[in-house]
């Protein structure tokens, strides 16, 4: 269940099921933005990073919130997502988060 102020997660915790990998979640696709508009938003704010349905730190830049979700996925082998707060409610999955990573440290 969401706390009181925050969007609908999606549990993409530690397991072998398809959730786990960011697959099979209907939700995701529906609020998946491309790489290349995320890019142009790294520095705004209100992103949380999420490994399960724990939150990795408070609310962040989108740059310092792929931080927080690509170190948790190296580190213990979860599944990671990153959610917009507010109103856009944008949801980022474990793959996209790995492409955006790749691009910010490749510039």
Known sequence: MPRPGYPPYFDMGCGDNDMSKGEGDSMSLAHQTADDDLMELLDSHLWLARGGSVALGP???LRKALSQAHMFSSKDGC???IVKLCEEEI???GDQI???WNRIRAS
């Open 79 to 81: 599944g990671t997502s």
């Open 91 to 93: 949801h980022i999955a």
């Open 98 to 100: 790995n492409r955006l």
């Open 59 to 61: 609310p962040a830049t």
